[in-house]
């Protein structure tokens, strides 16, 4: 999946919070891959790194994958094409999320 070019529909856009957990703040975009079926049942979920504004949809490239140890899914990493995102640079905009999880982060 890296390197793949996909469209984002953003449900907890950029300063929103967690529905179920109102102390957890989003510090990027995340959304979901319409039609793409994670390993929970629902759709791909995904992280937008390289944009600082709140979005509704977003079209980028597959830049990394978390990989959740202690859970059944992945979380994808998607930025605007020409974005490049060091490892530490992505563990860092998404601990706000990860700091829960035991994770590996592909890229």
């Known amino acids: 999946m890296i ?3 996909v ?3 953003i449900d907890r856009p950029l300063g929103s919070r967690h529905p179920h957990h109102p102390d957890l703040l989003y510090m990027v975009n995340y959304g979901y891959i ?3 079926i ?3 049942g629902e759709e791909q979920d995904a992280y937008i790194l390289g944009i ?5 949809t977003f ?13 059944v899914e992945d979380k994808w990493i998607v930025a605007p094409e020409g974005i490049r995102l060091s490892r530490e ?4 905009l998404v601990w706000f999320q990860e ?3 035991h994770t590996e982060l592909l890229i």
Request: cysteine-free.
């Open 34 to 36: 319409d039609g793409i």
């Open 99 to 101: 700091r829960y999880f």
């Open 38 to 40: 994670a390993p929970d």
């Open 52 to 56: 600082y504004q709140p979005l509704e």
């Open 59 to 71: 079209r980028g490239r597959v830049i990394g994958i978390v990989h959740r140890l202690d859970d």
């Open 3 to 5: 390197g793949t070019v």
């Open 89 to 92: 640079e992505i563990l860092e």
């Open 7 to 9: 469209t984002v529909t």
